[in-house]
């Protein structure tokens, strides 16, 4: 039986209520968000609540948390309440496209980050918590985009962790929406493995040269590189 939670450094977050558990994807754009000026963030699809405590941990800003899986923002309010954030840190029930809706032209937020469904055409689970959770029907990257930025202040950023295959679809909606690449990291699992995964950070605010770099997860079997060590040292409780 899987373990029901992970113990990080400052704060365990328990998965056993959540469709989709802790994992490698929401680590990375946890560790990889480097946002210190921020001071209101917002993270879609919060799930347990990781992102948000993870970056509670780094950066002195007031979090809001959205998921529209009930179950899930149960858990992450009791994983953000035995947390040291617990004060900074707001679970909200809602959809994207709602919560929008409501705030926009109320509520501005320096950095939106998301770990998004990105399953498109791939068979779907029986498991309908966990289908809502993976798959892009309840939240399409176009829709994830258009709304992030009504909600993101003048110099706010929106920062995703994808597949690498939907990188060529990405830019093409983050130019649609007038919105500019800031920052990419291309993850490899391995050194001899393609890329599987894209961070990328996205803004209003223009940017000539993106600062682009390139991330490998492990050396070999069980044997993270230095720089995915240096990147998760301060949460991972064994490095």
Not at 56 to 77: G, V
Not at 149 to 167: A, I, M, N
Not at 175 to 189: A, N, S
């Amino acid at each position: 039986m899987a373990n029901p939670f992970f113990r990080f450094k400052q704060f365990t977050v328990w998965h056993d209520k959540c469709a989709m558990k802790v994992g490698t994807d929401g680590v990375l754009l946890g560790c990889w968000c480097d946002i210190p000026e921020a001071r209101t963030i917002l993270d879609v699809g919060c799930g347990t609540g990781l992102i948000s405590l993870m970056l509670a941990q780094r950066i002195p800003a007031q979090i809001d948390a959205i998921d529209i899986d009930e179950s899930a923002c149960i858990q992450a309010r009791e994983n953000v309440s035995h947390s040291p954030f617990s004060d900074r840190i707001h679970i909200i029930y809602t959809s994207l496209a709602r919560f929008a809706q409501t705030n926009t032209g109320k509520m501005e937020y320096d950095c939106i980050v998301s770990n998004p469904p990105y399953f498109i055409d791939s068979l779907k689970c029986p498991d309908k918590q966990r289908t809502m959770a993976r798959h892009t029907d309840t939240l399409p990257l176009d829709q994830l985009i258009h709304d992030s930025k009504r909600l993101l202040s003048p110099s706010g950023c929106l920062c995703l962790v994808l597949p690498f295959d939907q990188r060529d679809a990405l830019l093409r909606l983050v130019r649609e929406e007038g919105l500019y690449l800031q920052k990419e990291t291309d993850v490899y699992p391995t050194p001899a493995s393609q890329p599987k995964r894209l961070l990328v950070q996205v803004g209003r605010q223009a940017c000539e040269h993106p600062q682009m770099s390139s991330l490998v997860i492990e050396k070999e079997r069980h044997h993270y590189t230095d720089k995915f060590i240096a990147l998760a040292k301060e949460y991972y409780l064994y490095l």
